[in-house]
Antibody, heavy 120, light 110 residues
Framework: EVQLVESGGGLVQPGRSLRLSCAASRFKFDDYAMHWVRQAPGKGLEWVAGISWNGLPLGYADSVKGRFTISRDNAKKSLFLQMSSLRPDDTALYYC??????????????WGQGTLVSVS | QSALTQPPSASGSPGQSVTISCTGTSSDIGGYNYVSWYQQHPGEAPKLIIYEVIKRPSGVPDRFSGSKSGNTASLTVSGLQAADEADYYCGSYATSNDFIFGGGTKLTVL
C-alpha cells in the first residue's frame, strides 16, 4: 500500500518561509505526478500545486502563484513545497497526494495524513 | 477558477439512495472526463472513491457510482450505511493546468 508521510509544518509568522516535505514509499515514485492539496480548518479542499514525474511544475493555484515552489527528488522519493511570504490565509493542513495516472491530473488516489501550517 | 458548486448537505435513511450534485462549467466538468469524488471522515485524509467520472478504485463498493451530464457531475450512494456518513468532495481538471474542488457536501445517514 502506498505510503505518503508529510513533515515540516509548524507555527510561523506572516511574511516568513517554510519548507514542507513528503516522503513516499511502496510505489514507483518516479512514475507519477505528485500534488499538494490543503484544507483550512473547518473548510474544504483546495488544490495548491502539482509536479510531473520528471520534475516539471504542472501548475500552481492563483492563491499561491509566485510565493510557493513545488519540487521533487526522485532519488530520495521525496516531494517538497517551498512556501514564502506566508499569509494568515495560508493556515491549513497540507496534504501530499499522488496522481492516479501518468497524465497527472485525472485524480488523486493516495493521500498522506497531512502536516499543519499555522501562520500567525 | 471558482470552486465547483455542491449542496452543503444531503441526507438519507439506511438502505436508501442519495445523489450529490457537482456543477461546474465548460472549462472544467463539461470540457473533460476528469471528474473525481473523495470521501472524508472527520479527522482523516480524503479517500478517492470515483475517478474519470464513472470509475471506481479497487476496494470501493459498487454502491458508489458516478455520472455526468453537461457541466454537472453526480455521485450516487445506494444502500446507505452508517459508515457512509462523511464529507464528500468533487474535483475536476480545468483548462490551463488547474484543478478545482467543490465546496463539499456533508452526508448524514438518518
Amino acid at each position: 500500500e502506498v505510503q505518503l508521510v508529510e513533515s515540516g509544518g509548524g507555527l510561523v509568522q506572516p511574511g516568513r518561509s517554510l519548507r514542507l516535505s513528503c516522503a513516499a514509499s511502496r510505489f514507483k515514485f518516479d512514475d507519477y505526478a505528485m500534488h499538494w492539496v490543503r484544507q483550512a480548518p473547518g473548510k474544504g479542499l483546495e488544490w495548491v500545486a502539482g509536479i510531473s514525474w520528471n520534475g516539471l511544475p504542472l501548475g500552481y493555484a492563483d492563491s499561491v502563484k509566485g510565493r510557493f515552489t513545488i519540487s521533487r527528488d526522485n532519488a530520495k522519493k521525496s516531494l517538497f513545497l517551498q512556501m514564502s511570504s506566508l499569509r494568515p490565509d495560508d493556515t491549513a493542513l497540507y496534504y501530499c497526494a499522488k496522481a492516479e495516472d501518468t497524465f497527472g491530473w485525472t485524480s488523486f488516489d493516495s493521500w498522506g495524513q497531512g502536516t499543519l501550517v499555522s501562520v500567525s | 477558477q471558482s470552486a465547483l458548486t455542491q449542496p452543503p448537505s444531503a441526507s438519507g435513511s439506511p438502505g436508501q439512495s442519495v445523489t450529490i450534485s457537482c456543477t461546474g462549467t465548460s472549462s472544467d466538468i463539461g470540457g473533460y472526463n476528469y471528474v473525481s469524488w473523495y470521501q472524508q471522515h472527520p479527522g482523516e485524509a480524503p479517500k478517492l472513491i470515483i475517478y474519470e467520472v464513472i470509475k471506481r478504485p479497487s476496494g470501493v463498493p459498487d454502491r458508489f457510482s458516478g455520472s455526468k451530464s453537461g457541466n454537472t457531475a453526480s455521485l450516487t450512494v445506494s444502500g446507505l450505511q452508517a459508515a457512509d456518513e462523511a464529507d464528500y468532495y468533487c474535483g475536476s481538471y480545468a483548462t490551463s493546468n488547474d484543478f478545482i474542488f467543490g465546496g463539499g457536501t456533508k452526508l448524514t445517514v438518518l
